[in-house]
């Protein structure tokens, strides 16, 4: 579009949304620093384009993701005349049978490109984009390709390997060791898959891939980097679709059902949750149905819906409590788990009292060894308490959420830090409060420093 030319389709869009160009300017603004994007644009900005200059990439895509929250419908780059650059693509959409060969060695490129330092930079710079993601067809359990069944000694290594990252990320966040599990994908696993033993990928294999695959967009999504984390889930749906497991394919779905609610995006997060819901059916084990359930229970209050959301919690209660307990990152939901999501689902309803009781299950089922999770519901908690007036309660759980704080790689627990100054600036002069504050900007400055 020529820059003098009037961008008409992006006026027309601020009508029906009823925003001024200061308003698109800060939701823009909002979408990147979600995504750790230090942008600053305002209405002059937003007066530039609606003249007819075009904005630098990722801008043009966070600027359709900003309308399509405010529409409620699908809103491109195209649809508001900033066409931008490309947006590289999550990954390929290779769901039909006899595609596991070509999609292995995207998984292990993609890899090997992210481990590689003078390649590394232009995959940080991938931006989450909403709609990307066309979710490729549930398989035809009848008609599933026939793979080896038998396990192996391979497929247990990594089962082992799944349980070591998952640790890893629980105690220490996404940041931690996710270079090394990226480096075991494109080497170890990379041989299994893309030269497998007999020309034959095994089931197990490629069930285990997809887990670890999934693991890595978990942890790259708690470094800040979405779009890359996007990618990443993307293809563990594509490779647990290949190994027929639906049940790694609908908790990945969840995962990115969180992602999307993280990022501001509740209505993409409600479908991405339903989809998952609808691939397993009556298929899913208690565990996961109450795991998913709790997840919907979350999409529908951050949207005001408190009804469902009620009914979701009460069901992932009923289905908990019928688990049989089978260990395992992809196998169990622990009771801290769902305690915590009851805590956010009443946050989200307004709803601070119960909120606080929650978390306090939380906190009382959760080992401290599990650091990060254990740091953010003494975090989510102590913001309860706030809530509900119990300034001096919710000061020593902060305390204890900044004695875990040093140990942790992970952008959740620096937006819980941040979260806590935003909470806290209001009692200047509240002497547990002060002394929080001072010890959190010790943290962060120290964290910062080279």
């Known amino acids: 579009m020529s820059r003098h030319i009037p961008n008409s389709q992006l006026f027309s869009l601020l009508g029906e949304a009823g925003w001024s160009a200061g308003q698109l300017a800060r939701a823009i603004n909002a979408l990147g620093h979600a995504q750790g994007l230090d942008l600053r644009y305002d209405r002059t900005s937003v007066a530039h384009w609606l003249s007819g200059s075009q904005p630098r990439s990722p801008v043009p895509i966070l600027a359709a993701q900003a309308l399509s929250n405010r529409t409620g419908r699908l809103v491109t780059a195209k649809d508001i005349g900033l066409l931008g650059s490309p947006q590289t693509p999550p990954s390929p959409s290779l769901t039909g049978p006899g595609n596991a060969s070509v999609l292995m060695r995207h998984l292990v490129d993609l890899c090997r490109h ?114 890359l984390a996007q990618r990443y889930y993307r293809i563990a749906l594509n490779v647990a679709l290949e190994a027929g497991d639906l049940t790694t394919y609908a908790i990945t779905l969840r995962a990115m059902s969180t992602q999307a609610l993280r990022l501001g995006h509740p209505r993409h997060a409600g479908d991405l949750v339903v989809g998952a819901l609808d691939t397993l059916g009556l298929a899913a084990t208690p565990a996961t149905h109450a795991f998913l359930l709790a997840q919907r229970a979350l999409t529908h209050a951050t949207v005001g819906r408190s009804k469902p959301a009620l009914a979701d919690l009460a069901a992932a209660e009923e289905q908990h409590h019928r688990d049989a307990g089978q260990p395992g990152p992809f196998t169990a939901y622990p009771r801290a788990g769902l305690d915590y999501q009851r805590g956010k689902v009443f946050q989200a309803l307004h709803r601070p009292t119960e909120a606080v009781a929650a978390f ?18 003494q975090a989510c908690l102590a913001g309860a308490l706030v809530q509900t007036g119990h300034l001096d309660a919710a000061c020593s759980h902060w305390h204890t959420f900044l004695d875990h704080y040093p140990h942790l790689r992970s952008v959740q627990a620096d937006q819980a830090l941040a979260h806590l100054h935003r909470l806290l600036s209001s009692f200047p002069r509240q002497h547990q409060a002060l002394s929080v504050r001072e010890r959190a900007h010790a943290l962060r400055h120290a964290r910062l420093r080279p």
């Open 114 to 227: 992210d481990t590689d330092p003078a390649r590394r930079a232009s995959l940080t710079r991938t931006v989450y984009v909403v709609g990307a993601i066309d979710l490729p067809k549930q398989p035809d359990r009848a008609a599933a390709r026939i793979l080896l069944l038998a396990s192996s000694a391979e497929a247990q290594a990594m089962r082992e390997m799944t349980h070591v990252f998952a640790t890893l990320a629980i105690r220490h966040g996404g940041a931690h060791a996710r270079s090394a599990l990226a480096c075991y994908l494109s080497d170890d696993v990379a041989r299994l898959l893309v030269s497998p033993p007999a020309g034959r990928l095994n089931q197990h294999v490629l069930s285990h891939a997809a887990q670890l695959t999934h693991l890595l967009a978990s942890m790259t999504a708690d470094t800040g980097q979405q779009g």
């Open 360 to 377: 306090q299950d939380a906190v009382r089922h959760r080992s401290p060894q599990q650091r990060k999770s254990y740091a953010l519901a």
